[in-house]
């Protein structure tokens, strides 16, 4: 029992480390195929001081993109946990970096990954490009 609470604290700090790079990957590569390369570098330098983004960064930096895209990432997260995934995922990351108990569990790691994929999915939708 004991190894499988270290593995799923271990999975969450790389699921936190997954969605941040995921954010600044998806928003980049949209930035280098629609903007002049040195909008795309100020993008990237940007998004690379974003840390432990919860499920409202997320919609800040859409809008900040395309104001069009708030409602359907904002109703997209909120459908089945998606929101509430991507916030535990960070709120046990800063639990478990602090040496803190997060009581996280495989299996409910597993579960917000699923949904925080979906929502880097549907986020690269939104953007017009395909998986990273």
């Known amino acids: 029992m004991e190894m499988q609470a270290h593995w799923a604290r271990y999975t969450c700090v790389l699921a936190s480390g997954f969605l941040e790079n995921a954010l600044l990957e998806v928003y ?3 930035a280098r195929t629609r903007s002049h390369e040195m909008v795309a570098n100020f993008v990237e330098a940007t998004l690379t001081k974003v840390q432990n983004p919860k499920a409202n ?3 800040e930096t859409a809008i900040a993109f395309n104001k069009s895209w708030e409602d359907g990432l904002v109703a997209f997260l909120a459908e089945d946990g998606r929101k509430e995934a991507v916030d ?3 709120a046990n990351r800063h639990l478990i970096a602090h040496g803190n108990n997060s009581g996280i569990s495989l299996v409910r790691v597993s579960e917000y990954l699923t949904k925080s994929v979906q929502v880097i ?4 939708e939104q953007c017009g490009i395909g998986p990273v």
């Open 88 to 90: 535990a995922i960070m």
């Open 57 to 59: 960064k997320f919609v």
């Open 28 to 30: 980049s590569q949209y």
């Open 121 to 124: 999915e549907f986020i690269e």
